[in-house]
């Protein structure tokens, strides 16, 4: 095992201990590490735009845009714990993290035709690979929960993970583009063996909202 796997690994463990302390707590230490994370993405990202533009008033309008989106993720974060409670927050959660890891081991092992030039090392298979593996926790969280019965609930679920999986890989691929434009392999450095914060949950701050939306909105 190379050191920088060993940082990611135990980053990981890291992370994961924090999160769930937060989410089980209270209401409000859950709300301090959502506010805390996204200000973080929030200094990450206008640090990146430095690097993108040049104009200061582009560069106003695109923080002011992304301080706003950011505002919205921790909300409807927030607020899903609220309605929906813990368990959900934890499957939505390990939804993407099967959903990247699908991608990276299925993109690896098969390879192939690439996805898009905006993020070179995405395929169509990782991107298979990512909805696939986004149904595992399906599995997790009808050993959690009792609310799986019938047919027509599981497939409201299987809709569940494969679009938080479509917006993951989404999120994934917008972040890749800013990447790429201030020719950046890493948005930050925060996180050991991850890189910024912003680029260990690019797809997580997409897939919530998108979700919180589709069941309070539409």
């Not at 533009?53 to 845009?65: A, E, G, P, S, Y």
């Not at 959900?88 to 890891?101: E, H, N, Q, R, T």
């Not at 390879?111 to 926790?137: A, C, M, V, Y």
């Amino acid at each position: 095992m190379n050191k920088e796997l060993k940082k990611r690994i135990i980053t990981s463990i890291v992370l994961l201990a924090i999160i769930l302390n937060c989410l089980f707590i209270n209401n409000y230490s859950w709300l301090i590490l959502l506010t805390t994370v996204a200000i973080i993405c929030w200094f990450e990202f206008a640090s990146l735009s430095i690097k993108i533009w040049r104009n200061k008033f582009q560069i106003i309008l695109i923080n002011l845009l992304s301080f706003s989106y950011l505002y919205i993720f921790t909300y409807s974060a927030y607020k899903t714990k609220i309605y929906a409670g813990e368990i959900i927050i934890l499957f939505y959660l390990l939804v993407c993290i099967f959903s990247d890891i699908g991608g990276y081991v299925i993109g690896k092992s098969i390879g192939g035709k690439k996805l898009t030039k905006i993020s070179p090392k995405k395929t169509i298979s990782g991107s298979i690979g990512s909805f696939f593996f986004s149904l595992f926790p399906i599995g997790i969280y009808s050993v959690l929960s009792n609310f799986i019965h019938n047919i027509s609930l599981n497939n409201e679920i299987i809709f569940i993970c494969l679009i938080l999986s479509l917006m993951c890989q989404i999120g994934d691929l917008i972040i890749s583009y800013f990447k790429r434009k201030a020719k950046v392999k890493d948005i930050g450095n925060i996180l050991p063996g991850h890189g910024g914060m912003l680029d260990r949950i690019d797809g997580i701050i997409f897939a919530i909202p998108t979700l919180y939306i589709i069941n309070h909105v539409i």
